[in-house]
């Protein structure tokens, strides 16, 4: 991905400087949609057999076909819409059926005891699945002072994450509008998977 988040992961194990780069890019996709450089950076990328690497070689396949305007098309019409679009990713309305809820109060204070800060320029409400996917790898790389120690991102994860973002990333995979962004859904579905369980592991 990007040489500032390549820079941050060379000091990191591998499996850390890995599960930063999927929080990373599927941050980038999910908070706005990418630009033709991004799209390039994704069509080089070459997956395994696993669920990720199947999802990833065909990311890579979709990018090569779009234009950043068809994405950003797409982007609109999942997230944005007129009133509201196809799919509503956030931590709230997922748990409560309603925007800005509970969910994202806990947030706001978990994020004030990280020493998170809200972007200035961000409309969305903090609970959006891109702003947290951004949180996890911030916490890994260390972006918000000393990188957080697994226990905190095991606690994080479990409490603003797990109990929603699969069903998110599957609803995404599955969206009538999803072209570019259904295998981002086959990738954050395979990973949310994994991280449950490599949290579970590390009890």
């Given at each position: 991905?990007?040489?500032?988040?390549?820079?941050?992961?060379?000091?990191?194990?591998?499996?850390?400087?890995?599960?930063?780069?999927?929080?990373?890019?599927?941050?980038?996709?999910?908070?706005?949609?990418?630009?033709?450089?991004?799209?390039n950076n994704l069509v080089a990328l070459k997956g395994?057999?696993?669920?990720?690497?199947?999802?990833?070689?065909?990311?890579?396949?979709?990018?090569?076909?779009?234009?950043?305007?068809?994405?950003?098309?797409?982007?609109?019409?999942?997230?944005?819409?007129?009133?509201r679009g196809e799919l509503l990713p956030f931590a709230?309305?997922?748990?409560?059926?309603?925007?800005?809820?509970?969910?994202?109060?806990?947030?706001?204070?978990?994020?004030?005891?990280?020493?998170?800060?809200?972007?200035?320029?961000?409309?969305?409400?903090?609970?959006?699945?891109?702003?947290?996917?951004?949180?996890?790898?911030?916490?890994?790389?260390?972006?918000?002072?000393?990188?957080?120690?697994?226990?905190?991102?095991?606690?994080?994860?479990?409490?603003?994450?797990?109990?929603?973002?699969?069903?998110?990333?599957?609803?995404?995979?599955?969206?009538?509008?999803?072209?570019?962004?259904?295998?981002?859904?086959?990738?954050?579905?395979?990973?949310?998977?994994?991280?449950?369980?490599?949290?579970?592991?590390?009890?």
């Amino acid at each position: 991905m990007a040489d500032a988040t390549a820079t941050l992961t060379a000091d990191l194990p591998e499996e850390e400087a890995l599960r930063a780069q999927l929080y990373d890019m599927l941050a980038v996709v999910l908070r706005k949609p990418p630009s033709q450089d991004f799209l390039n950076n994704l069509v080089a990328l070459k997956g395994d057999d696993s669920d990720i690497g199947k999802g990833v070689n065909a990311l890579a396949r979709v990018a090569a076909s779009v234009t950043p305007e068809k994405v950003d098309s797409e982007y609109h019409t999942l997230f944005v819409g007129l009133g509201r679009g196809e799919l509503l990713p956030f931590a709230s309305y997922y748990l409560t059926g309603f925007l800005n809820e509970k969910p994202l109060a806990k947030l706001r204070d978990d994020m004030a005891k990280l020493r998170m800060v809200r972007d200035a320029a961000a409309y969305e409400p903090e609970d959006n699945i891109g702003s947290l996917c951004e949180m996890m790898a911030g916490m890994i790389l260390g972006r918000f002072g000393d990188s957080v120690p697994l226990s905190r991102q095991k606690e994080f994860f479990s409490t603003h994450i797990a109990p929603w973002a699969g069903h998110f990333f599957n609803d995404l995979e599955g969206a009538d509008s999803s072209v570019f962004y259904a295998p981002v859904g086959s990738i954050g579905a395979a990973f949310m998977a994994i991280e449950r369980e490599s949290f579970r592991m590390a009890e």
